[in-house]
Structure formats: C-alpha cells, structure tokens
C-alpha cells in the first residue's frame, strides 16, 4: 500500500472539564480521501474531539493539526478549510433554504457569482434544488440534515466533519444519507471524519474506524483487522456491533 | 472584518421585517407625537403676546405637556429599546442551535457580537432619528418657529447622546444573553437592572447621604449641601442620572451646570438670575463631556465583560 498522506493528526490530545477528562490522551490520524469514522457510545468525546479539530474549544493538553495547521493557534484558518455538520444543527427558521446557503457563502467570503454556482452545485447533490424557496421551518428532520450536507459542500472543504450525521433519521432516509456521504468521499475526493453511536449505520461506508470509550481510543484500524484480533473471525463474518461490544465489555 | 459586516447585514434584515421593530416604532412614535403635540400646545398659549425667548424650538423637547417631556421620556424609556432589541441576541441562537453553524464559519468570535451590537446601534439610530424629525415637523406645524443653526446643532448632539445612552442598555442586554442560556432569564436580569437603575439608585442615595449626614435643620446649610453632594455623587452610578444631566444641559442652554441648586451658594444664584444668558454651544459640551465619556466607559466596561465570557464559553447547544 501506498504512503498516505494524514491530513490530520492528533498527539495525546486531551480535554477536562472540572478536572475531569472527556478526551484522554487521544492520538490518531486521518488520511487523505478517507472516511474515517469516530465510534462510541454518547458521552465517549467523539463531539469534543470534534470541536477541539475546529478550534472552537481549547485543548487542555496535547496537539493537533488540521491540514497542517493548529487549531488551537489559527481556529479561523482551520475553519475556513472545513466543512462541519453540527450534531443537532439548528437553522434560521424564517430563511429558506437558498437564504441560508448563501448567509454560509458570505461568512466565508465568496463572491456573489461563485456563491450562486456553489449553493445550485450543492442543492442539486442533496437534491433540495426544488424545494429550495421554502422557508426552513417547513423541512422535515431528514430534509434539514441533508440542508445541513449542503451548508457543508458550499465552502467546498477538504476535510468534512459530520457529528453524528444520521441521528434521528428512519432507516431509509439513513442510508440514503450515508449513500450520499459515500458518494462525496469517492466523487469529490473529500476527506470524512463521521462520528456516530449507531454503527450499523455506518460500517459499511468506513475505510477505518477508531473506537472510543470514556474519552479513550480503545482500538482503531480497518474492520477487517480489528475483527481478526478481537473474534479471531474472517471477514463477512461480523457486524461493527459485534467488535465494539467486545470492546466495550473490556473497557 | 468580513464576518461583522455579513453579520450586520443579516441581523439588520432580520430586524426590519420583525414584528418587535414595527411594534416598538409604532409606540414610539405614538408617545413622542403626543408629548410634542401637547409640549406644543402648551408653549404657544406661554408666549402669546410675550416677547419670544432664545431657543424657543428646544422647548419642545424639555417642556413638559402632559407629565413629562420627550427628554425626561427616553431617559425612563429609551432604556427598554436597548433591552428589547438584546435580550436574545447570543441565547437564541445558542438554543436554536445556530450558534454552533455561525462560529464554525471562518469568523473571529467576537465578529458574532460585535455585528449584532452595530446592527442594533443602528437601529436605535433609525428610530431615535425618525423621532427627532417627527417632533421638529410637529415643532414647525403647532408653534410655527424655525429652529437656528445653533438649535440644529443641539438636537444633533442630543441625538448622539441619546444614542449611546440606548446602546449602552444594547450592550448590557447582550451581555445578560451571554450569561444566562433561557431568554427569559436574560429579558427578566435585563428589566431587574432597568428598574435598579430607574428607581433604587435615586432612592438609595437619597437614603444613604442623610443616613451619612444627619439632620441639623436649616441652621446648618454646611450639612445640607454636604448632603447633596453625596447624594449626587451616589446616583451619578445610574446611567439614567448621567444621560439626564448631560442631555440638560445640551437641550436647556439656560442650565449652567448640570448640579441642582442647592450645591450654588447664594451669591452665585444670584448671579445666576442676573446674567442669565444662554450658555455657548461650545462650553455647553464642554460641561458634559464628562458625562458623555462617563456613559462611553460604562459602555466599554460591558463589551469587555461580554468578551471575555463569550470567548470562554462552551459553544455546544446542549
Ligand atoms: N461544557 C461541558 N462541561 C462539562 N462537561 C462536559 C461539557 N461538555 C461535555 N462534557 C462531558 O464530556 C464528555 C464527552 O461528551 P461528548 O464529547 O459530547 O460525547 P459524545 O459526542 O461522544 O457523545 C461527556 O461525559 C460530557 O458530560
Ligand atoms: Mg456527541
């Protein structure tokens, strides 16, 4: 196999809150085109870790780098780089869904006519290109998430963050919502880093996962080999769900 | 510098097609037009037949019509303006789970208050201005006096004035939505300080100076002015105080110093009712300017608060 490039990179990260710690010396990479996902029961860090990449909350200890930047250092920099899709994202409720991307376009500076071809672009992947004049407030919850793809797809990132990009969605519109990360990812080349507690959900999109535990990373690598070291099975022989709870009974 | 301006942009629009804008304009306006209207009425029936006094047209905004003048109203008033246009401002969105999408957008943070606060700032603006024309026009119809340059020039100065006095309750209402998460919390903290402000301040430091300088009757003028002075110096900590002693003097020229009457010894009313000719524009200023930097400080005390709180703060939604 090749040698891949990370394009992020965390050493011993680590976060207290009260002196207790959410994430505890976590140290991983994420490689370029991957879609990496962040597994872990609620309440694991996988959305403080999140949030320490985007430097919106400061490590207590530790390092990372985001594309070869520190987001504690230059949080604006990163950010601009990024594509974040915030675990319950709330939305301007009297906007429609045009008005929304393009508030998103002007935050990050576009120009009126990149804007206008960047917001149809991403309309028309998440298919909201018809229903793009009606007022927000009107979507439904799976309409919304996938709004929230399209916020993500206007700064035209690198790197996409998605916090738990299927929670409170039924079955169906689940998985079209991870056919279409999936596509993003192989299409445009994007970078994931997808945290979710529902594993079934996700396995089959992950290049790589890492598990995390009580702020721990308890084991990360493709499935294929976590599954040989913990259930000594070959492969098409486990779900996710099984090697995490191996994990989580140890932990 | 690109964050603040797209954030002004969109809270001003959000603004303007709010129902809380139409209806605070709308009231407003109602109130000035009826004080000015009765301030009018009043004035005119004053002067019939007398000879007309310098600064006639800023009558309009110190006499009082009805129970109180437009000057006495936007200091009790104006202050709900601010709260009303703040209260919200960080909370809502915190609660509605955009904050989170704002700041993860290529911002400063403090790009996400600041572009709120002018926005708001230019909102008091449009409304206290619109007021002000509202009167002049009401002015111009019922007394039928055109104001001078030099009257121009003072209801500019009250303006500005009355400007900052509503941002600064802005900026306050912005730092409650900092410190408390539930809007209601933040609107009820924001009227619990308008009412300290309005009432117990003047109470408490009229209490306060006699519990410091007892009583010895109108024999002791020395304890009495002694007594004054405190309590002055007490409710100046109001900003009410401080926009009501400053616009005084900038609106009634004839007020030479923005203290009451009792700190004057005799000799000096009386010289006072001797040559009472209008202050200068110029030395009018210089009179409050201590007053007007007082009231930007205070200002500036409360964005410091808001910054240092919001920077630190956790900015999850849950
Ligand atoms: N602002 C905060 N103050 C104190 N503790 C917090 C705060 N935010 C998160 N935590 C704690 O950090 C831990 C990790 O939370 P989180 O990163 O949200 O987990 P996950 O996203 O994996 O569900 C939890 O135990 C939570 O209670
Ligand atoms: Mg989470």
């Known amino acids: ?251 | 510098m690109n964050g603040i301006k797209v954030i002004f942009k969109k809270e001003l629009s959000d603004h303007f097609s709010s129902y809380r804008f139409l209806l605070l304009f709308a009231m407003i306006v109602m109130v000035s037009l009826v004080t000015v209207y009765m301030a009018g009425m009043g004035i005119t029936k004053d002067l019939e037949g007398v000879a007309k006094p310098k600064f006639v047209f800023l009558m309009l905004f110190t006499s009082s019509g009805m129970q109180f003048s437009l000057v006495q109203f936007v200091a009790f008033f104006g202050p709900l303006i601010g709260l009303i246009l703040g209260f919200d401002t960080i909370n809502r969105e915190r609660n509605e789970g955009t904050l989170s999408k704002l700041l993860s957008q290529p911002i400063y943070r403090d790009a996400v208050i600041n572009g709120k606060f002018l926005a708001g700032v230019f909102i008091i603006t449009v409304i206290m201005a619109s007021v002000m024309l509202f009167i002049s026009a009401m002015g111009l119809m019922t007394i039928g006096v055109i104001p001078g340059i030099e009257e121009v020039w003072r209801m500019f100065i009250y303006l500005v004035i009355s400007i900052f006095y509503i941002s600064f309750w802005l900026g306050l209402a912005i730092l409650f939505s900092i410190l408390f998460r539930n809007v209601a919390t933040s609107a009820l903290a924001a009227m619990a300080m308008w009412i300290f402000f309005s009432f117990f301040v003047s109470i408490g430091a009229n209490a306060f100076a006699s519990a410091l300088t007892p009583d010895a009757g109108e024999s002791d003028p020395e304890s009495a002015i002694r007594r004054a002075r405190i309590e002055k110096a007490l409710s100046l900590t109001s900003p009410m105080e401080l926009y009501t002693d400053s616009t005084a003097t900038i609106i009634d020229p004839m007020r030479r110093t923005p203290r009451s009457f009792i700190q004057m010894g005799f000799m000096e009313q009386l010289s006072m009712a001797r040559f009472s000719g209008p202050l200068s524009l110029g030395q009018s200023v210089l009179v409050v300017l201590p007053y007007i930097i007082s009231l930007m400080a205070i200002t500036v005390l409360c964005f410091a608060i808001s910054y240092a709180v919001f920077m630190r703060q956790e900015i999850r939604s849950l």
């Not at chain 1, 010396?25 to 949030?51: M, Q, Y």
């Not at chain 1, 916090?163 to 080349?189: F, Q, Y």
């Open chain 1, 1 to 251: 196999m090749e040698q891949q490039k990370a394009i992020i990179e965390t050493q011993e990260l680590t976060k207290a809150y009260n002196g207790q710690a959410a994430v505890d010396r976590l140290s991983f990479n994420v490689n370029e085109g991957e879609i990496f996902g962040f597994l872990g029961p609620n309440g694991a860090g996988k959305t403080t870790t999140l949030l320490m990449l985007l430097g919106l909350t400061e490590p207590t200890a530790g390092k990372a780098r985001v594309l070869g930047v520190d987001p504690a250092r230059d949080p604006v920099r990163v950010k601009g780089m990024i594509g974040y899709l915030p675990e319950n994202m709330g939305f301007y409720r009297d906007m429609n869904a045009w008005q929304s991307l393009m508030y998103i376009a002007e935050l990050n500076g576009l120009s009126q006519d990149a804007a206008n071809r960047r917001i149809e672009s991403a309309l028309r992947t998440v298919s909201l290109l018809n229903e793009s004049k009606k007022e927000v407030g009107s979507y439904s919850r799976g309409m919304r998430q996938r709004l929230g793809i399209a916020e993500v797809l206007v700064k035209e990132p690198k790197v996409a963050f998605l916090d738990e990009p299927t929670l409170g969605l039924d079955p169906d519109t689940a998985n079209r919502m991870i056919e279409l990360v999936e596509g993003l990812c192989r299409v445009k080349g994007m970078t994931v880093l997808l945290s979710s507690h529902l594993l079934h959900q996700v396995q089959k999109i992950c290049h790589r996962v890492g598990i995390m535990i009580n702020g721990r990373m308890v084991a990360q690598g493709q499935m294929d080999q976590l599954a040989e070291e913990k259930l000594g099975v070959g492969r098409e022989q486990y779900t996710l769900e099984e090697i995490y709870m191996k994990y989580f009974r140890e932990a």
